[in-house]
């Protein structure tokens, strides 16, 4: 998996270096910039994660729930309280919150379990078919003459940018991606990878089901205001390769908010789905 100009976006170095656990505090560095001057909630909500994962003896996160409040500043400390709230032979959960001074900024819910052998085990989903134009959606407004926010540039995630395939919009579905999966084998990783994609693509899918053209400037910023994520395999660096694909939907968008439901997969796998709502926050005209 690469990122722009061949570098590797190596996702677990990232993410710790983020949390200092001796000091309490949690910094996004500036390449996670999600809306001007904010994080991405989903860089968040992965680093609380994978900090909550090395104080669990069980290797299995199960779910994850978010809610932001404010936005987060990037490039210097914030405070993170991390408690442990069950610690049991089968499951331990945390909570977390992120703290600016006295401000709230997000809280978390988290849950980890047990890793064994279970009597039963289905999948009754087909696979998400390939992407029909697999090439970064950075590339694709470069050339339209736009600024790339510099997460898209280095991320270089992809996505159908022209339309979906019949049979996806027919099922309800908005916006067909595929995100940078991560070789790391810990599934906290794996796990914080697919919460970043979870929160990625709710805001194009948003426009797509209003019928808005995604080359078009935004009349909308969303910034999140809960993020959900539920977890499904322990073994997706073995499958995934280099690439997630990720679907989204919008069921629901109006009075000022949105949600999306988001699929994430690798290969033939369905590895983790969430759900994500948004404020429509209109942009002041010039």
């Known amino acids: 998996m690469t990122a722009t100009h061949g570098d590797p976006l190596d996702y677990a170095a990232e993410l ?74 089968n499951l331990d959960s945390f909570t977390a919150r992120l703290v600016d001074d006295e401000r709230l900024l997000a809280s978390f ?23 029909v134009r697999p090439r970064p959606v950075w590339q694709h407004i470069e050339e339209r003459g736009r600024v790339v926010p510099r997460m ?63 080359d078009r400037d935004w009349p909308v910023m969303m910034p999140s205001l809960d993020l959900t994520g539920w977890f499904y395999a322990a073994d997706v660096a073995d499958r995934a390769g280099e690439w997630l694909t990720v679907r989204t939907s919008v069921p629901v968008c109006g009075s000022g908010y949105a949600v999306g439901r988001t699929q994430v997969w690798a290969a033939e796998r369905l590895v983790a789905e969430g759900m994500s709502q948004v404020a429509l926050v209109p942009v002041p005209a010039p």
């Open 152 to 214: 898209m540039r280095r991320v270089g995630f992809r996505s159908e940018i022209e339309g979906l395939p019949p049979e996806e919009a027919a099922a309800g579905w908005h916006l067909r991606a595929q995100w940078p999966a991560t070789r790391c084998p810990e599934p906290a990783v794996q796990a914080a990878v697919a919460v970043m994609a979870i929160d990625a693509f709710v805001a194009p899918a948003t426009m797509r089901a209003n019928q808005w053209d995604l």
């Open 16 to 89: 710790r270096a983020a949390v200092d656990v001796e000091r309490g505090s949690l910094t996004v560095p500036e390449a996670w910039e999600g809306f001007p001057g904010s994080a991405f909630g989903g860089f968040l909500a992965a680093a609380v994660l994978v900090a909550a994962a090395g104080r669990t003896r069980h290797p299995r996160p199960l779910s994850l729930f978010s809610r932001y409040y404010r936005p987060s500043p990037l490039g210097r400390p914030l405070g993170i309280e991390l408690a442990a709230e069950r610690q049991g032979r």
């Open 109 to 131: 819910s988290l849950a980890f379990g047990r890793d064994g052998e279970a009597p039963l085990a289905c999948q009754a989903l087909p696979r998400v078919p390939p992407l």
